[in-house]
């Protein structure tokens, strides 16, 4: 047999015996196939940021056409929900707040209607409950809209002539709907393959170190390169066979557009792929050990992505040292990338910065797994 | 005298930090020998079989594996040597068969030759039947069966076996034993290390290692002549009853207590058991004369060696 043929044969032994270890063993394929549906459901239906229905409390102390409309703009937004009518202001409200029954309170004060139908201003208090921040912010958002497009048509009955100085008018490009699912799909291929990707490859090499059949595998003519590419070929397979599960899922049951090239969403996540087998190969090599490498992937790949990534927090909001450490996970560039390519149909022109950023973390994970894989024990 | 040496090791030298775990061995194995390495946990052994072949680097000195410097040439050593190493290390979750199929894959051969050569093996270390069956499922001493049979797929000219009956049963051990002689019967060298002294019979020549050096170094029948002269004697005496009487008689060499038995070293032609038995007087429960074991070679170097040695 020729070189190059003896080489191929011993890459493909260890892919081969990779695969049957995969196989042998269902955890690790239900853990690969099974996480991403699971997370998917749990992201598209359950962590949503949209709101929908929050229970408000009112309290309609004018009791004038005005202040009746202001409260039907408030509950036909679908946003918010009228849970419950107050007949005090602070105390009762309070209450509600305390057991959870409302998260919202529209107070408006006696004399609303008349004011306004004086030209003057009228009174509205909002309350909102801020112990989550997140769901404030939204719910303040939207109550601001509301009762601008309230203002607005009151301001059109009161004068005709007098048109609103300013007239912003706000379209979302890209999701129109502003779905979070939409804009959680891309982070969650990341999150999974970083998580999947590092956990699995350190795992299985630190499994050969424990068992001592590493040792055995160097005792064979086999190159360390050999033995590598063969036994991470597998994993980088499944990988793809994870983006593009969730991928089909993501498409079917969120409508998720991918409006790029899918052949450049898929070349993106294999260069991502290689970055994450590189870092799981790496702990594997510094660690030997099953368990550690476990805590290590763990800390090194899920809390950065989940964490500093954008994937949840927006990077922009960051305090510049988090932002400078953003730098270095690679799930900031896929995302974005994945972003770029799903939603605004962006190609190699526009994404070659993450790419390069991406290629990068996977050369140099790569390269310090290999110089660390030695040969020669000690 | 013989056929070639196929490993020579001179002045061979590892440490790892300040520790030095192999300290100056020199010896050479010939082609188609079986040569045993003894030795306490912790002696050198792995470390020296690690170097052999190429798995560690020597601190100093040289080694030679089928005319091959390890140092130099790691790889060219890997191609003519099969080892088996001391922790089990085929994959449990593969059949027996695939682990044949992936370290033939490994050593790089054709698929063709591969399927032949493992048939062959498998029938031979008596594994034909249970080919299909996951490893971890085989009693220990089908498993190791199968690691060597893993090891000599490339048809090595040497054998390195670290511990290769380590935990497994006494029937099991012999079997294979039987494999090892074959094998060596075949011009295969087989360089394997044990800690136990009744496989070490089975060796043409011993290296004894204690504390990274080699010790002693001789077939079986030589290291008791030179380290055991005079005659055996194995003693049992009573609960309670001393065996002084007999420590101040001229003539003997060395007592080793084991419980409440004893073997006694005495110069050739001085004692008989009638006049053991004689000394020993109502104490004596059993006295015979036995052959010296290697167990008590064993014995005798590593106390010389720690410099206790009796006159």
């Known amino acids: 047999m020729s070189p190059a043929g003896r080489s191929l044969r011993r890459t493909l032994a260890l892919s081969g015996k990779e695969l049957r270890h995969i196989v042998r063993d269902p955890r690790t394929l239900y853990l690969a196939l099974g996480m991403p549906v699971v997370m998917l459901f749990i992201f598209g239906y359950a962590v949503t940021f949209d709101l929908d229905r929050l229970p408000l409390g009112v309290l309609d102390a004018d009791r004038s056409p005005e202040s009746r409309e202001l409260v039907r703009a408030f509950e036909s937004s679908g946003v918010f929900q009228r849970a419950w009518d107050l007949s005090n202001a602070a105390e009762e409200a309070e209450g509600h707040f305390h057991r959870g029954r409302i998260q919202g309170a529209l107070v408006i004060s006696p004399g609303f209607g008349r004011e306004l139908g004086a030209g003057r201003e009228g009174q509205v208090q909002f309350l909102l409950d801020g112990t989550d921040g997140v769901t404030a912010a939204i719910a303040l958002g939207y109550a601001g809209a509301i009762a601008k497009a309230y203002q607005l048509r009151l301001l059109s009955r009161l004068s005709l002539e007098l048109a609103p100085p300013l007239d912003a008018r706000v379209r979302l490009r890209y999701n129109p709907e502003a779905r979070s699912t939409i804009f959680i799909v891309p982070g969650l291929i990341a999150l999974i393959l970083a998580l999947m990707m590092v956990l699995l490859t350190s795992l299985s090499v630190a499994r050969e170190w424990e068992r001592g059949s590493l040792e055995q595998l160097f005792a064979t003519p086999a190159k360390r390169l050999q033995i590598l590419i063969g036994k991470l070929l597998p994993y980088v397979a499944l990988g793809m066979l994870q983006v593009l599960l969730v991928l089909a899922l993501g498409t079917l049951l969120f409508q998720v557009p991918v409006r790029g090239s899918l052949l450049w969403l898929l070349g993106t996540a294999l260069v991502f792929i290689s970055g994450c087998v590189g870092q799981g190969l790496l702990i594997s090599v510094l660690t030997r050990n099953q368990q550690l490498a476990t805590q290590v992937a763990a800390i090194t790949a899920l809390l950065p992505t989940v964490l500093l990534s954008g994937f949840i927090f927006p990077i922009e909001n960051m305090p510049w040292p988090l932002q400078a450490l953003s730098t270095i996970v690679p799930a900031r560039y896929f995302i974005s990338a994945l972003r770029g390519i799903m939603l605004k149909g962006n190609g190699p022109a526009e994404i070659w910065p993450q790419l390069a950023a991406l290629l990068t973390f996977a050369l140099v994970m790569l390269a310090a797994a290999n110089a660390r894989f030695q040969r020669r024990l000690d | ?311």
């Open chain 2, 1 to 311: 005298m013989g056929p070639e040496a196929v490993i020579e090791v001179a002045g061979l030298t590892r440490r790892f930090g300040s520790f030095t775990a192999v300290q100056q061995v020199s010896f050479s194995v010939r082609a188609g020998e079986i040569f045993g390495f003894l030795g306490a946990n912790g002696a050198g052994k792995s470390t020296t079989i690690r170097i052999l072949c190429g798995l560690l680097a020597p601190s100093e000195g040289h080694a030679c594996v089928a005319g091959i410097d390890v140092a130099r040439d790691p790889e060219a050593v890997k191609r003519s040597i099969g080892y088996m190493s001391q922790k089990f290390s085929l994959y449990l979750d593969l059949t027996a068969e695939e682990n044949l199929e992936f370290f033939g894959g490994a050593y790089g051969l054709g698929r063709r030759a591969l399927r032949q050569r493992g048939r062959e093996l498998l029938a031979r270390v008596g594994l034909r039947e249970r080919s299909a069956e996951i490893t971890g499922r085989l009693p220990g001493g089908m498993r190791q069966r199968l690691a060597l049979a893993a090891a000599m797929l490339h048809r090595p000219r040497i054998l390195f076996l670290d511990e290769p009956t380590s935990g497994v049963d006494p029937r099991a051990r012999q079997s294979f034993w039987a494999l090892i002689r074959e094998a060596a019967r075949e011009g295969v060298t087989v360089f394997v290390t044990t800690h136990a002294m009744d496989e070490a019979e089975f060796c043409d020549r011993i290296g004894l290692m204690a504390d990274g050096r080699l010790r002693a170094l001789d077939t079986p029948d030589g290291l008791k002549r030179s380290f055991l002269p005079g005659e055996m004697f194995h003693l049992e005496l009573s609960p309670d009853r001393s065996i002084d009487a007999l420590a101040s008689q001229p003539g003997v060499l060395r007592i080793e207590s084991a419980g409440a038995a004893y073997r006694l070293r005495v110069e050739a032609g001085r004692f008989d058991p009638e006049k053991l038995r004689a000394l020993l007087g109502p104490a004596a429960v059993r006295v015979e004369r036995v052959e010296p074991d290697l167990e008590d070679v064993f014995l005798e170097v590593v106390t010389q060696a720690r410099g206790e040695a009796v006159p």
